[in-house]
């Protein structure tokens, strides 16, 4: 069962060292191949890109890939099954949904002959982890029956322990801890609020859980937590960006700079808003392909985030490309009466005082009105740090816009996912 996995996780450390030339021959090859793929075996692509003026010699054309247009989650979700690639054996198809926090859920389908454990191998790998060491995770349950005993069996012989992040208690907080402490786990893998109500708990108890590393996803990871969670887990925080559709797609690595897209396995492209790559540093759109789902392609997908690509090389040596940590959801729009619409820089308000303010969240009022709504990490050093804040979020907006903060007990989150953004207002 792991000789795939296994020859796939050399290929990909292989391509680590790749040359700058190397690593584009390998993407402009992969997002061709997985492009006419799409074109020649799923109805629903060979209609959108007949239909955009693509013939087959357009799609072969590595050239035209970020011409091709962009898939988006209603398209997806009106095509249904004609997204399938008639191809490939239906029991390849492992069922998953996204989130329904941001609209209505999607049926999508991750191909099981997909070289999946071998990029978490990987990516492990650059935090110091061994795929055999104890884990520990904060996160929905999403395996059930077969697929359940298969992961399992991916993972044998190291121990697995969960903290299920939608039932997240004083209780259930209680007994991951009493089973921590019988595992030492040495990596903990979890959504970043459910990391943050644990370790908020051990905080208030005067505990710590030691590890080796924290690894977190499905949220933007705001200063005030990742300080919180070295403190109580004694360990560094990566940042991961992934989702139920293209799982492991860029994750922090030592040097904490950024996010290395897994280039060999997936393309990441920030897009303005008719689908064109823009330059690197310029904020846009996420666009993601996964070059190993042949059984739902997902090619030029929109995740719904945005986000930048950083120029240069990684201290750490690693040749694949970086991107900075999400910065939102695309629908996370700020207006102000004079129609100005604010779509970024609001994660780095409480930035000069990580230590003072947990998280935060603003929300816009159907008047345009906002409360700035936080969670006190110092309360001697609280006020200062939210004065500072509301002065920047005012600088931002305009004197026209009232902003009043209202420190809360926690902030509330939809499957472990809190949102940096609310609006009430009617676009
Ligand atoms: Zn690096």
Request: aromatic share 8%.
């Amino acid at each position: 069962m792991m000789r795939p996995d296994l020859q796939a996780f050399r290929q990909m450390r292989e391509r680590e060292t790749a040359s700058l030339e190397q690593l584009s021959d390998i993407v402009a090859t992969a997002s061709a191949r997985i492009a006419l793929h799409a074109f020649d075996n799923s109805p629903f692509y060979r209609e959108l890109y007949s239909g955009a003026g693509f013939s087959r010699d357009d799609v072969v054309d590595a050239a035209n890939f970020s011409q091709l247009p962009v898939v988006t989650k209603d398209l997806l979700r009106s095509a249904g099954d004609a997204v399938l690639a008639q191809n490939v054996a239906p029991a390849r198809a492992l069922s998953s949904q996204t989130g329904g926090s941001t609209g209505a859920p999607l049926h999508i389908r991750n191909d099981a002959a997909a070289p999946t454990a071998a990029m978490w191998w990987r990516i492990y790998r650059w935090w110091g982890i061994h795929p055999a060491d104890d884990m520990a995770f904060i996160y929905r349950r999403v395996r059930q029956g077969k697929e359940a005993l298969l992961y399992a069996a991916q993972w044998w012989p190291s121990r697995h322990f969960l903290l299920d992040a939608r039932a997240v208690t004083e209780e259930s907080i209680q007994s991951f801890i009493a089973q921590w402490q019988r595992v030492e786990p040495r990596l903990l893998v979890a959504y970043v609020e459910g990391a943050t109500a644990v370790a908020a708990h051990l905080e208030r108890t005067n505990r710590t859980l030691a590890t080796t590393a924290v690894s977190v996803t499905a949220a933007m990871l705001q200063p005030g937590q990742r300080e919180l969670l070295e403190r109580a887990f004694g360990a560094p925080v990566f940042d991961t960006y992934r989702s139920a559709e293209i799982p492991w797609i860029a994750a922090e690595c030592s040097a904490h700079q950024g996010l290395h897209v897994a280039a060999d396995q997936r393309r990441v492209e920030i897009v303005d808003a008719t689908g064109h790559p823009l330059a690197d540093g310029v904020e846009g759109s996420v666009v993601v392909t996964d070059f190993s789902n042949e059984v739902f392609p997902l090619v030029r997908y929109e995740m719904g985030d945005r986000s930048r690509t950083i120029e240069g090389a990684c201290a750490c040596g690693l040749a694949f490309p970086r991107i900075d940590p999400v910065q939102g959801r695309v629908a996370d729009i700020i207006r102000t009466p004079s129609g100005k619409q604010i779509t970024g820089g609001l994660s780095g308000l409480f930035l000069e005082s990580p230590g003072a303010i947990r998280q935060m969240q603003i929300v816009q009022h159907a008047d345009l009105s906002i409360t700035l709504r936080y969670v006190v990490a110092n309360p001697d050093a609280s006020g200062e740090a939210v004065a500072l804040a509301v002065d920047k979020l005012r600088r931002i907006l305009g004197a026209e816009v009232p902003i009043t903060p209202v420190a809360v007990e926690s902030i509330e989150s939809a499957a472990g996912k809190a949102r940096l953004v609310i609006s009430e207002v009617r676009s």
